[in-house]
């Protein structure tokens, strides 16, 4: 027998677990010893807050960061292969999705070992269900570039693609550069184009708003240090 992937969600910031994943997660991580993790110490607290009785001694831990050697990845799927499942943990939302886990979902594939989804919350997917933009047609686009110049034109570039296809447009951006992407936005963007910050999402101080660009330059938000997804639509 062939041990499984379990695909693992996690919170998406400090408030309690299970006020936000479902009870099949806490079933799933009493029974599971070995886990992929992006950071380790994470991984350990959010394993003991859903499971506190869990012997973190037994806990198998392997990094998969942007400092793992990719020819170790495979190795990582071995207790599989001896018949034990193996847990892929994200550090936030959804593993395999805007995240590291999806090279391990890969090589599970070809390796023939069970690929399970647990149902979790994923930012990206929440940001897009609220924010009255379209959910038929959408694209997720990571990150924009950091230089000022180049990530205006990406917006612009964003905006003829959202218009010409129908299509929202997401994307990311490192916390404390949020008030500087929105003044990027507002002023790239035309006046008429239809702007989503959802920031905080599951939290108790949860914002999202949808509004024009010109509408977003009079708003007086903080968004400093707060996970954010943005979304653009040009109807």
């Known amino acids: 027998m062939i041990g499984k992937l379990y695909l693992i969600p996690t919170g998406l910031g400090d408030n309690a677990p299970l006020e936000v994943l479902p009870l099949s997660i806490k079933k799933v ?3 599971i010893d070995t886990y992929i993790v992006e950071n380790e110490k994470a991984a350990r607290r959010f394993i003991k807050s859903v499971s506190s009785g ?3 001694s037994r806990l198998n831990l392997y990094s998969l960061n942007k400092f793992t050697d990719p020819l170790e990845i495979p190795s990582f799927l071995n207790e599989c292969l001896a018949g034990n499942s193996v847990g892929l943990l994200s550090d936030a939302g959804c593993p395999g999705v805007a995240d590291p886990g999806a090279d391990v979902v ?10 399970i989804p647990l149902v979790g919350p994923s930012s990206i997917l929440l940001a897009m269900m609220s924010s009255g933009m379209n959910g038929q047609n959408f694209a997720f686009n990571g990150y924009l570039p950091i230089d000022k110049a180049e990530r205006k034109s990406k917006i612009k570039q964003l905006e003829r693609r959202s218009f010409e296809e129908n299509q929202s447009q997401l994307f990311i951006e490192t916390p404390y550069r949020n008030n500087s992407i929105i003044e990027d936005l507002s002023s790239t963007l035309n006046s008429d184009t239809r702007i989503c910050v959802a920031c905080d999402l599951t939290l108790p101080s949860e914002y999202i708003k949808t509004q024009t660009a010109k509408e977003w330059k009079h708003s007086k938000i903080d968004f400093h240090k707060r996970p954010a997804i943005f979304i653009i639509q040009k109807d």
């Not at 890969?106 to 690929?115: D, G, S, T, W, Y």
């Open 54 to 56: 869990k012997d973190q």
């Open 29 to 31: 991580i009493e029974n």
């Open 106 to 115: 890969k090589i599970a594939h070809k390796q023939n070992i069970q690929v």
